[in-house]
Every structure is written in C-alpha cells, then in structure tokens.
C-alpha cells in the first residue's frame, strides 16, 4: 500500500523521521507518538521540580520554628508546587497518554492536526521557562498560592507578571489540545468504530477535551482582569472602583472545578482500561461509565462556589452549591461499583498496572468521600484552609490522579518501547509509592481536624510529631520515584522483549491491530472492523 | 492490513503534514513578547525592543506556517476528509473564545447586579463608603471625578449597522463564491474588508473622543474597566478578522478557492459572524441597557 502521509522520502511502514534529525526531529515532529514520548518526559522533569519543591516544604515543616525558608520564599514554594503539579506535571501527563493512545485506539493515522498538535507541546516548556524566570525577578515568585486570589495579585512583583503570563501560554496549550483530540475523536475513527465502541479512555479524553475548551478561556480572562487591576488602573476586583474580589473567586472557581475533573476523568479513563484486562472480563457497565463520565463533567460547571463558603455568599447560595456537589457523588458512586463489578468473579492477576489501578480505587474513594465531607458547609466552615482539605485534594490528585498515570505507564511500556519493565522493581515501586503516599497524607486529615492552617511555615509544638512523620513520608516518596525513573529507563535499554499483547485480558486496537514495538506510523489506511 | 476501508465509500488516506518548525518559532516569540511585555509593564522601556522583536518573528512564523497551508490546500492535499476536521477545529475554536468573552461579560454582570448595588446598600454605606448611590453606570465609591457614559445611539449604533451589513456582504461574497463569479466574490469581499476598517476607525475615534471629552478612561471605575475590557477586547478580535479577511480577499483576486472546496473562506466567514454577534451582546449591555 502506499501512503500519502507527507514526509521528504521514502513512503509506507519504515522507521524514518521526516526530514529532520537529531534534537531538530523532536522540535519539528508532527507525529503523536513523538508528541506523547515528549509530553511525559515533560511531565516527569516537572514532577520532579514539583517534588523538589515539595520536599522543602515537608523539610521546613519536620519541626516547628522556622529552619531553612523564610515564610515569604514558603508561599513561594507553595504557590509554585500547586502550578507546576497541576499544569506542568499531571495534565502533560494524560495529554501524553491521549496522544499515544488515541489515534491508535480508534484506527486513526495520527492526531488531526499534527502541526498543531506540535505547537500545543512546544508552548508548555515556553510557558515553565516564564514560571522559573518569576523566581528570578525583584520579590521573586509570586506568593499567593496556586488560585492567585485577588487583592493578594494586586502587591505581588514582577514575578506575578511573569507568572500571568505562564498561565496564558498553559491555556493556549490546553486550548489547541482540546481543539485536536475533539477532532481527531470525532473524525478520524475507523470506519466501525462506532462512538460506543470506543474505549473508555477515548470517551473520557473526548469529554475533558470539552471540559478544557469551556473553562481554560475563563482563566485566561480571570489573570487578564488581574494584569490589567495590577498595570492600567482597572478595578474589577478592587470595591473602592465598584468591583469585587469575590468576583476573581467566582470566575476562578468557575474554571477551577471542573479542572479537577480535567485531571480526574482522564485517569477514569486509564483505570476503565487497566482493570477489565487484569480482570479478564469486559468492563462492566460501559454504557453507564459514559453518561456518568458526562453527568460528572456537567454537574462540574454547577458547583464551583464549594471553594467558597467561608467567602461570603447567601446562605441559598451554600445550600444549592452543597447539594450541587454532593449529587456527583451519584455518578462517582457508579464509576466505582462498575470497577468493583469489573472485578467481580473476574480471573484477576495483579502485575504493576493492576496494583496502581487497585491503590487508586481504594485510595481516590477516600479522597472521594473526604470530599463529601468538605463539601458540608457547617463542616467546611470549620475545616476550610486547615490540613484537611490538604489532605483531601491529594488524595485525588496524587493518590488518584498519579496513581492513574502510573498504571498507564506500567500498562502502555511495553507496547510503546517494546520491552518489558522488571515487574518485581514495579511491584515494589508500588508498595514503596503506597506507603510513603498514605505517610504524607493520611495523618494531615488528624493535624487539618485538630486545626491546622496551610500555607503557614510554622506550627504549634502539639502538632509536631504528625508533622514528623508527613516529611518523612514526603522523603520517602521522593527516593521511591527515583526508583521509577530508574524502572523506566532500565526498560527502555534492556528490557526483555515484550510480546504483541503482553495483558491477556486487553483488547483495544493498539493490542489486537498493531506489533509490538508499535511502529513509527499507524493505521495509515484505517483497519476493517467487525 | 490488506483490506482497507473503500468500501465504506470514504477517502482513505488521511493526509498529515510533515515536521515543522514554526510551532516552537511561534512559542519563542510569544515568550519574547511575555518578558518584555513584563518589562515595559514595570517600567523598563527597553522591554519594547523584546515585545518588536517577538511580533515581528510571530508575523514571519505565521506568514510562513499558513503559506505552507495555502500551499498544501492549492496543491490538492486537503480532501472532504481534512475538510471536516477543518470545520470541527474553527467550530470548537470559536466556542472557546465565546468562553474567554463570558468571562469579561460576567464581570460586567457581576459589577451591575451584585458589586456596585452591595456598595451602595445600608450596612455598605454605614460602614465603609457613606453617601454612595448605587446606580449604574458607577466608577465605584472611591471614584472622585466626573465622567460621562457613552450614549449607544450615536457612533455605536452606526457600528452595529457597519458590522450587520459587513455580516450580509460577506455572505453575498459566499454566495458569489458558490456561483463562481469571482468579479461579485471580490467586489462583496473588499467591500467586507472596507466596513470592518472603517468600524474599526470609528471605535478609535470612539475612544479618543471619550478620554477627551467624557473623561472616560480604562481607569474610570468598574464602569471604564468592563467598557474598555469588552470593547477593546472585541476590537482586537475585528482587527484580527480584518485582517484575516484582507487575506482572504488577496487569495480570492490570485484565483485561490473553487466553488465546491474554499474552507479558508468560510473559516473567517464564520469568525467574522463571530465577532458580529458579540457586538450585538455589547451593543445591548455595555451601551444600550
């Protein structure tokens, strides 16, 4: 057969990069599988910094009195790990996987718009390089935590500036890449890959990618209002000119919300995939994960103000905003039972990808379920800025979503390198990730219950032994992900060959279609199926 | 993968362009236009020099990624099936700036409905900014001079004509197109082009004639804040369309399009739509109620 897929040569199935070499081909590539090798290094570099970052935090924090930051270089810290975590580390993340695995899962010969899809990896590492600069300029990084909380924006220095900045190049980056995996969902299927045949990761993508084009915008416009209030005399958030700062709150919630499902639902979709191939079963209630991954999506918009109890807003406005967010606990509540009744009566095994999707449904569920906890306002007015809602929300997103990246990594490995990792390292990389994990967090629910602040460098002496043993966790789970990179890079040099389908029980294209190694071009025609 | 899918009647080769370097072209200069735009904003004129020399590669990036494009649909690369995507990925990127105007609509709502009459209510006035009225338009409380708000039946509503005609010439100018009579496609398509400029001249004199004579400025309040934000914002995107059309109009007298196969054309037929129809909700909130 021939292709028309457009390169400088030679035409078809080998090996060859386009017409570029060297460190030029990943800078000029269009091809997705070289888009998603580059998206993960990205978010693994940044993980890195993120935890670097995070470490100090624990360090400082292993005793009460100041030791090694300053309060002011300690909101600096805080404020960069949330950001850098976020759109540095996990959403690279997923995006990464999205570009490996869809266009091979649903037959298609790449991403739909394969320059593009270039651009929206090559603004990210533009945007951390603004990131690192704010930590260069006078009064260094901005120190107002992750939601960059007006009036707070308004006396930050020129770091703030460049942080602003960083988040529109985030945005444009998520923007195009929603715009990308819409398209290449909805128009590059092969024929007979119906919408609902198409695997649970690919509805999930499809439904964040949506999630991404409504609510980046809306951020976008938040620091825009906040670069203008800092530099040309607007006041939308200043009373004194007839604006508000709750009103930054409320538009900053209203992309903030549902760029937790942004986070979550793509690690839906991993687990939907890892899960019913260890358990040797389909996965149960298909259907059901797609209009519940929906409800979820939708319900997202109507809850934003949950971040905001303690803001001051009518009581009318808590209830409604209290029962909004406590009715997704109806279609998380399906996802779960669907995984569990994956499980049931299946032919389980319990490889690496099966383990972190485990540790996931245990561990997500209870971030879940503090969730529901915060979300009640007599409670949430007590708990609000204390430990426990720090305890809460990474115990989605590190115990959800990094537990979810991780069983995507351990599960795709082989059939993107073509080697096996060393599934006794992998197993112990999960154990170690596990119980260092519930270290960090687990007793921050004790030390947020008993009061706690966050954001706060220094402690009473009664919650220091707590403390304690969060760092240590902390450090430990550091060392563990050197463990990791070691795991991968030893796969990728001298892993033993992996067959074409390494899990018996999964059955996606990519498995069932392509070989192992998968090769630099897929489904150029797309495949007939049945 | 000796079968493939032509008996489902569908085009079967998708096409994907080859490895390209503007992408990273692109982000280098938006990062040379952030830092110095950073600088300038702080007071260090020299940022300037970083700001030109950033949108100066940007226009070049560009020139040279949609040449490449230009390029590939005129030699036949681009069939039904990269058509659709096409449609798929304007429709989506038009949502999303939908999106980014819901934000600055919604503080203009917020400051009509909820902030400025909060500041004039009893505890407020009590409390914080005695005497304060809460009507609208308002510069808020703290807010001394006098300024005067824009009127909608003058220069704006002679915008909202411009731009609605514009709306109809640009589709006289498909239709055109879809006869092939390429003398009316010109004609519609520079006269398109004629009342976006000339709307985008009489915002200008709009603004010039409300920082000098009404002492209306960016600073005036929350009432000069959502103004200039959502005007100014808008104007920005007919500026882009403008231009985007001018493109169009150049590729349009050079013979590009045919009858059947001009997406080029309708993807800024639309965007221009787009930006009309944001107009309306302007005119109607920012001027007229």
Same mark, same amino acid.
């Given at each position: ?112 718009? $394969? ?18 600069? &704010? ?42 890449? +929603? ?51 800092? !530099? ?10 007839? %604006? ?12 903030? !919300? ?41 319900? &997202?918009?109507?809850?934003? $103000? ?9 009581? &009318? %406005? ?30 389980? &095994? ?41 305890? !809460? ?56 219950? $008993? ?28 060392? +563990? ?31 069932? !279609? ?17 | 993968? *000796? ?23 692109? /982000? ?42 230009? #390029? =590939? /649909? ?70 001394? =001079? ?24 640009? *589709? ?6 879809? =006869? ?11 006269? *398109? ?12 004199? =709009? ?17 000069? /804040? ?19 059309? *001018? ?6 007298? #050079? ?35």
């Amino acid at each position: 057969m021939s292709a028309v897929i457009d390169h400088d040569h030679a035409h078809g199935h080998h090996d060859h990069h386009g017409g570029y070499g060297g460190i030029m081909r990943w800078i000029t590539t269009t091809n997705h599988k070289d888009i998603g090798t580059l998206y993960l290094w990205f978010s693994f570099l940044m993980f890195g910094v993120g935890g670097i970052m995070a470490v100090v935090i624990r360090a400082e924090l292993f005793s009460p009195g100041l030791q090694f930051v300053n309060p002011d270089f300690f909101n600096q810290l805080t404020t960069m790990h949330g950001l850098i975590m976020i759109f540095g580390a996990i959403m690279p993340a997923f995006v990464g996987f999205a570009n490996w695995q869809i266009p091979m899962m649903i037959g298609a010969p790449d991403m739909a718009f $394969a320059r593009l899809n270039n651009w929206s990896f090559w603004l990210l590492p533009f945007a951390a390089t603004l990131l690192a600069l &704010s930590f260069l300029m006078p009064g260094g990084a901005p120190g107002v935590g992750w939601t960059m909380y007006a009036p707070l924006t308004v006396q930050m220095g020129m770091g703030m500036d460049f942080t602003i900045f960083a988040v529109h190049l985030l945005g444009m980056s998520s923007i195009l890449g +929603a715009i990308n995996i819409i398209t290449t969902i909805l128009n590059l299927r092969a024929p007979g890959m119906t919408l609902l045949r198409m695997p649970l990761f690919v509805w999930t993508w499809l439904i964040t990618a949506y999630l991404l084009l409504a609510v980046m915008p809306v951020l976008a416009g938040a620091v825009t209002m906040t670069l203008t209030d800092r !530099h040309f005399g607007t006041t939308f958030f200043n009373a004194a000119g007839g %604006g508000d700062p709750v009103l930054y709150q409320h538009i900053f919630w209203f992309f903030g !919300h549902p760029e937790v499902y942004v986070v979550a639902l793509p690690a839906f979709g991993v687990i939907s995939q890892v899960i019913p191939a260890f358990s040797r079963k389909p996965l149960f209630g298909y259907a059901s994960m797609v209009y519940a991954t929906s409800a979820i999506a939708i319900l &997202s918009f109507i809850v934003w $103000a949950h971040h905001m109890y303690t803001t001051g807003i009518p009581v &009318s %406005g808590q209830l409604f905003f209290m029962y909004a967010t406590i009715l997704i606990a109806v279609p998380t509540g399906v996802k779960v039972f669907n995984w569990v009744a994956t499980m049931w009566k299946g032919s389980l &095994s319990f490889e690496t990808p099966m383990l972190f999707a485990l540790g996931f449904l245990f561990m997500f569920t209870l971030g879940g379920f503090t969730g529901l906890v915060l979300a009640l306002v007599p409670v949430d007015i007590q708990l609000q800025d204390t430990y426990y809602v720090v305890a !809460h929300f990474h115990y989605v997103m590190v115990a959800g979503a990094l537990f979810a990246a991780f069983a995507g990594i351990y599960f795709w490995l082989p059939k993107w390198t073509g080697k096996m990792y060393d599934e006794t390292l992998g197993k112990i990389h999960f154990w170690l990730t596990l119980v260092f994990l519930n270290m960090i967090f687990f007793v921050q629910h004790f030390l947020g219950l $008993a009061g706690m602040p966050r954001r706060i460098p220094d402690y009473p002496l009664m919650f220091e032994t707590w403390n304690k043993i969060s760092s240590l966790g902390a450090f430990g789970m550091g060392l +563990a992900q050197l463990l990791f990179l070691y795991i991968v890079v030893k796969c990728i040099r001298s892993g033993a060959p992996a067959p074409q389908k390494p899990w018996e029980g999964a059955d996606s294209l990519e498995w069932t !279609h392509l070989p192992t190694p998968v090769p630099y071009h897929s489904f150029e025609t797309p495949p007939v199926l049945h | 993968m *000796t079968q493939n899918a032509s008996t489902h009647g569908r085009q079967q080769h998708y096409s994907v362009p080859q490895p390209a370097p503007w992408p990273i072209m692109g /982000s280098a200069a938006l990062l040379l236009m952030a830092i110095g735009g950073v600088f300038v904003m702080n007071g260090t004129r020299a940022g300037w020099a970083s700001i030109g020399a950033g949108f100066l590669l940007l226009v070049y990036m560009m020139v040279r990624w949609f040449g490449d494009v230009i #390029r =590939e /649909s005129e030699g036949g690369k681009y069939g039904g099936w990269e058509d659709l995507s096409f449609r798929w990925g304007m429709s989506w990127f038009i949502f999303s700036e939908v999106m980014f105007f819901g934000a600055f609509f919604a503080a203009l709502f917020w400051a009509r409905v909820y902030s400025v009459p909060d500041l004039g209510s009893i505890e407020s006035n009590a409390l914080m900014w005695p005497g304060f009225a809460p009507r609208w338009p308002s510069a808020g409380p703290a807010f001394e =001079e006098q300024f005067t708000p824009m009127a909608a039946w003058g220069i704006p509503a002679i915008n909202t004509l411009l731009l609605l005609s514009s709306g109809v010439t640009v *589709t006289l100018a498909h239709w055109a197109l879809k =006869e092939n009579d390429r003398r009316q496609l010109v004609l519609f398509l520079a006269l *398109t082009v004629a009342l976006g400029v000339l709307f985008i001249g009489l915002q200008a004199y =709009e603004y010039g004639h409300a920082i000098r004579e009404l002492n209306l400025k960016l600073s005036t309040g929350i009432y000069g /804040s959502t103004f200039y934000m959502l005007t100014g914002f808008h104007g920005f995107h007919v500026t882009c369309g403008a231009i985007m059309l *001018t493109v169009i109009l150049v590729r349009c007298i #050079r013979g590009h399009f045919t009858p059947d196969h001009h997406f080029g054309f309708e993807g800024v037929a639309w965007y221009w739509h787009f930006v009309d129809v944001v107009w309306l909700g302007l005119f109607i909130f920012v001027y007229w109620l």
